[in-house]
């Protein structure tokens, strides 16, 4: 069996067959105003990994984007919150375009 992304967790595995899932966590966005009722399941090996991977697949999703989410985090079958701000750090790209008609003489 080839590699490739996982179709239930989505993370990148060189050979599916050898993959095992990460366990499964319950995701709400605070501010939004979300119950547990709106949870979204995200697969993670943490807590904060959860939290930080909801809120990827969210600004992904949602046009507005958001730099800073509080959310709640509970590991599924489990009854214990987490609660956390994620932060996004944004890369910063750099693009050279040539002037075409230059005023500067070097
Ligand atoms: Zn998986």
Known sequence: MKGGFCPKCDDYSFDLNKHTCPPAYEVIFYDSGEGWEDAQTVYAD????????????????DAEYSTREKVCVRKVGESEVKVFTVYVDFVPEYKADADVESEVTP
């Open 46 to 61: 943490s807590h904060e990994k959860a939290a930080e991977k909801a809120t990827d697949i969210a600004n992904c999703r």
